[in-house]
């Protein structure tokens, strides 16, 4: 496989961005109200504060019931698209023949073409590992739900659980947001096959959007309102 300076430049700056931006908004979500992912966390404290004071949890199992179907959903869907992912790595020739002739589309071998392919399966196959394991660590939050402490119990031993709770439930959220995160980017991998340069581009477009709407979005402003 012949891979150009290019190519090779453009996998390098695609790890680069995911990874970096990944890092970047874990360590700014941890400093409180700057970030979705850090105003959640601080919600999530307060759900399972409020949870201690009420008898009947039947809304609490519903909001978990709902997380764990979106996680679910998910897990199904990207099992979907690795299915079909597979075949058309079988009929590969097939569809180079087809894409070559397509304008703005740069001529690939086709060991560098399926490379691009397994690529994306990787990627999908990174994402049905955390949306799996969002998926458990929800359940793990239901069994939580019926250990609540009683109102007899010390507080020391109430904003305890108070902390493991919601390090839990966040913990899932956050398998949630990177499984979530991985579609983008493997949405962005697809303009590889058009060209690296276009491939390069999409990348930083991908990685803007995820910036504004996690740290200046709207949706921001109206959580760190509560």
């Not at 991908?206 to 709207?218: A, D, G, K, Q, W």
Request: proline share 1%.
């Amino acid at each position: 496989m012949n891979l150009s300076y290019v190519d090779l430049f453009a996998i390098v700056w695609f790890f680069l961005i995911w990874i970096g931006y990944a890092y970047y908004a874990e360590m700014k979500g941890k400093r409180g109200k700057k970030s979705l992912m850090g105003i959640s966390r601080l919600n999530r404290e307060d759900w399972w504060r409020a949870m201690l004071s009420r008898e009947l949890r039947i809304v609490d199992i519903t909001v978990i019931t709902n997380l764990s179907n979106s996680a679910i959903f998910f897990a199904s869907t990207t099992l979907l698209i690795l299915g079909g992912l597979l075949a058309i790595i079988g009929t590969s020739e097939n569809i180079i023949a087809v894409m070559n002739d397509m304008p703005f589309v740069a001529n690939a071998e086709k060991a560098l073409w399926e490379f691009k392919l397994f690529l994306i399966f990787g990627i999908f196959v990174y994402a049905f590992f955390k949306f799996t394991w969002s998926l458990r660590q929800h359940n793990f939050c239901s069994v939580l739900v019926g250990a609540v402490p009683t109102s007899e119990d010390d507080e020391k031993k109430r904003s305890n659980f108070v902390s493991r709770a919601a390090r839990i439930s966040g913990s899932a959220a956050d398998s949630f947001n990177y499984g979530l995160r991985a579609y983008y980017f493997a949405l962005a991998t697809l303009s590889w096959f058009l060209n690296s340069w276009f491939f390069i581009a999409t990348v930083a477009i991908v990685v803007y959007i995820l910036y504004r709407r996690e740290f200046h979005s709207s949706v921001l402003d109206d959580m760190a309102g509560f």
